[in-house]
């Protein structure tokens, strides 16, 4: 009877241990099955705000005369690629970063004068790839996947061509391969603005 019971118990225990490596195994193998339709189309994931895990935030001068911000860029990339990236200064296969663009207002508050969300404006998406999956298309190239979406669509990008409508914007990182990781201390990135702009 003891005997059953521990033999029950290991197999019990062992497929727990299975089901838990499974569960924790990286969310960035499944990237391309969740994401990418399979004529390489990115989509925006559904559930980036509460999966993904938040790097930081750019904000864009310009909302008014005293100060306030005219846009937010809320940026977030699955958490399995962060401590890949702690460790080895690299984007895996498969990792995504995911920017939300935000429209943003300026107002008067007890705190002062503040800035804060006002509606959605859309989504930037990057999605690595280090197999050339998709060499005839024009979202994909210098080893990622490049996706602009518009507030109201989440499944089919505005960009036709990485080349002219996004990679310039990334130029000035093209060294820390084309993420502006200075901007982001979760990653321990070694590397400061100071680096990029001396």
């Not at 499944?30 to 559930?47: F, H, L, R, S």
């Not at 996947?145 to 061509?161: D, H, I």
């Amino acid at each position: 009877m003891k005997r059953s019971l521990i033999a029950l118990t290991g197999a019990a225990g062992l497929a727990a241990i299975a089901a838990g490596t499974l569960a924790k195994s990286p969310s960035y193998s499944q990237t391309y099955a969740q994401y990418v339709k399979p004529d390489g189309t990115i989509t925006v994931p559904e559930d980036y705000r509460t999966r993904f895990t938040f790097l930081g935030t750019f904000s864009v001068a310009g909302g008014d005369e005293a100060g306030g911000q005219a846009q937010f860029h809320q940026v977030y990339i699955d958490p399995d690629s962060i401590e890949h990236y702690r460790r080895n200064q690299t984007f895996p296969d498969g990792a995504i970063l995911v920017k939300e663009l935000q429209e943003a207002r300026a107002l008067n508050m007890t705190t002062g004068h503040v800035s804060s969300w006002e509606e959605n404006a859309g989504w930037f998406v990057m999605i690595k790839d280090s197999q050339g999956r998709f060499e005839d298309s024009g979202l994909w190239g210098d080893g990622w996947g490049w996706a602009l979406f518009a507030a109201g669509n989440r499944r089919e990008p505005t960009t036709s061509n990485y080349k002219t409508e996004c990679i310039a914007c990334h130029t000035p990182v093209k060294k820390t391969d084309w993420v502006h990781v200075w901007a982001y201390p979760l990653l321990g990135a070694k590397e400061r603005f100071e680096d990029f702009n001396p």
